[in-house]
């Protein structure tokens, strides 16, 4: 069931977000802005590594695996030598090159940071691989357990943190390390537990056919993982008040819920619209995309409105005071953040008609505009200057998404929709007079600002018939056949 699936995942994503942000926030309160601007940098090495790892492979098994058309022993036999290949690559890249990689970011202390994540590689990718088995086989409930366990394994960085490590950045991986390496372990247990129960076909998929899915996503999402960080990479490379970097980390940690949220929807995008086209079911699959963004403009848009009109009190309290330096920075990267989010699920729906193509070269045209973006704007403007180049960008990206999506599937956009669109920003707008008018005393406080203000806008969108909630839980709750693994 879709319903299930994308609330258990939204649930995971929650679990993520919050998971995260206790992690930050002790950093944020614990550490010194420079400290803190170091584990931002050591961070964003372990994303772009995480990039190779988490996609490609994970999104061609989901794909493949829910078009029903391979046997799907001999599907997951690939998927594990492929994943291992690129782990055994990536893991000598990592530590052979630790040095040159330290010296190119300017931070010859990074060097000693970057051997030890290259040991948790396997085990990431492991992880990464099981969860693209279980989205293909719709497993959603154990492959929603499992994402929803890891981040609460990384809050492992808090106590050693605390207590085992000296040094905070080399707790910050080796928090990484224990989730990677448990959530590894007990999926591929599950998976290989049950493996009989696997379905065999007479079609193998094809070298040329496994490749090329694996190629195309890795691509796309490899373009997703540079323009989600490299900004992050400009500013410490130009930005020489090392205190503004550790306030961008902050930033750019706290703006990311939006696309951590969204990457629940494209998670179950991906495999139940594909079954839909490859089904024929044209009409099922414009049916859903449009309800997917009835549901995005009414629970995820408000989220970025409400925490954009709000971010300096936001940063000040859940961070220190002087965080409010990075407020309007802030605030356009949730937008920014929510626009790069939008863009991956458009080109997930693209990807789920087998025209990969044009979702690989579109992401490699913005990529190239964001770094020729962020290399001018950053020198001038500092950190306000990568927002403004990740939001161009991502916005950018939308605009030709949405064009190319309705060629493929008429007008994926409802009435709805846009109206929800025009009430999130009068919601944005409202909100800021708000928040100009009060000083919040607590995290606790501004939390239930947050609660009340969400809460009493969805009720408005609901009780007004703005948007049909009814139709939306029918669509989305219509029964998709799954592997029953």
């Given amino acids: 069931m879709m319903l299930k699936g994308l609330f258990l995942h939204v649930f995971a994503k929650v679990v993520f977000v919050l998971s995260t942000y206790i992690i930050h926030m002790y950093l944020g309160k614990t550490l010194l802005p420079e400290e803190y601007g170091i584990i931002g940098v050591v961070i964003s090495i372990i994303s772009v590594n995480y990039n190779f790892l988490s996609n490609?492979?994970?999104?061609?098994?989901?794909?493949?695996?829910?078009?029903?058309?391979?046997?799907?022993?001999?599907?997951?036999?690939?998927?594990?030598?492929?994943?291992?290949?690129?782990?055994?690559?990536?893991?000598?890249?990592?530590?052979?090159?630790?040095?040159?990689?330290?010296?190119?970011?300017?931070?010859?202390?990074?060097?000693?940071?970057?051997?030890?994540?290259?040991?948790?590689?396997?085990?990431?990718?492991?992880?990464?691989?099981?969860?693209?088995?279980?989205?293909?086989?719709?497993?959603?409930?154990?492959?929603?357990?499992?994402?929803?366990?890891?981040?609460?394994?990384?809050?492992?960085?808090?106590?050693?943190?605390?207590?085992?490590?000296?040094?905070?950045?080399?707790?910050?991986?080796?928090?990484?390390?224990?989730?990677?390496?448990?959530?590894?372990?007990?999926?591929?247990?599950?998976?290989?537990?049950?493996?009989?129960?696997?379905?065999?076909?007479?079609?193998?998929?094809?070298?040329?056919?496994?490749?090329?899915?694996?190629?195309?996503?890795?691509?796309?999402?490899?373009?997703?993982?540079?323009?989600?960080?490299?900004?992050m990479l400009f500013v410490n490379a130009y930005v020489k008040n090392q205190s503004h970097v550790g306030f961008y980390t902050g930033a750019v940690n706290f703006a990311k819920v939006s696309y951590y949220l969204l990457s629940a929807i494209y998670i179950v995008v991906l495999p139940v619209i594909t079954q839909y086209y490859a089904n024929k079911e044209i009409a099922k699959a414009l049916e859903t995309i449009k309800t997917l963004g009835n549901t995005i403009g009414l629970l995820i848009l408000p989220i970025v409105c409400i925490v954009g009109a709000t971010a300096g009190n936001m940063l000040a309290v859940f961070y220190k005071p002087e965080y409010i330096y990075a407020a309007t920075a802030t605030t356009i990267l949730m937008f920014s953040q929510f626009s790069i989010g939008l863009f991956v699920v458009l080109n997930m729906c693209i990807s789920a008609t087998r025209d990969s193509r044009f979702s690989s070269v579109l992401s490699v045209s913005i990529t190239g505009l964001n770094i020729i973006l962020c290399f001018f704007l950053v020198d001038i403007l500092g950190i306000e200057g990568a927002a403004i180049s990740s939001c161009i960008t991502g916005f950018t990206g939308c605009i030709f998404s949405y064009l190319k999506l309705t060629k493929l599937f008429s007008n994926s956009i409802d009435f709805t929709t846009i109206k929800l669109i025009i009430y999130n920003f009068i919601l944005y707008y409202i909100t800021k007079k708000i928040n100009n008018m009060i000083t919040p005393v607590s995290l606790i406080s501004i939390l239930e600002f947050y609660a009340i203000v969400y809460f009493t806008f969805i009720g408005i969108m609901i009780f007004t018939k703005q948007v049909d909630i009814k139709k939306i839980l029918k669509i989305l709750s219509k029964n998709n056949e799954s592997t029953s693994l």
């Fill in 56 to 231: 490609g492979t994970r999104q061609a098994m989901s794909r493949l695996l829910a078009s029903k058309q391979f046997d799907e022993q001999n599907l997951i036999r690939r998927g594990i030598l492929c994943q291992a290949a690129v782990a055994f690559a990536l893991t000598l890249l990592n530590y052979l090159g630790a040095n040159y990689i330290s010296e190119a970011l300017n931070a010859p202390e990074m060097e000693g940071y970057i051997k030890l994540s290259a040991v948790m590689i396997p085990f990431t990718a492991g992880y990464f691989l099981c969860v693209g088995t279980l989205n293909g086989l719709k497993l959603f409930v154990i492959e929603s357990i499992i994402v929803t366990i890891y981040p609460l394994l990384r809050l492992s960085i808090i106590p050693y943190v605390a207590y085992l490590f000296k040094d905070s950045a080399a707790a910050t991986v080796m928090g990484f390390m224990t989730a990677a390496i448990v959530c590894c372990v007990g999926s591929a247990g599950y998976l290989f537990m049950h493996r009989k129960q696997l379905v065999k076909r007479e079609r193998i998929v094809d070298k040329k056919t496994f490749l090329a899915n694996i190629t195309n996503f890795l691509l796309f999402f490899s373009c997703v993982t540079i323009i989600l960080n490299i900004d």
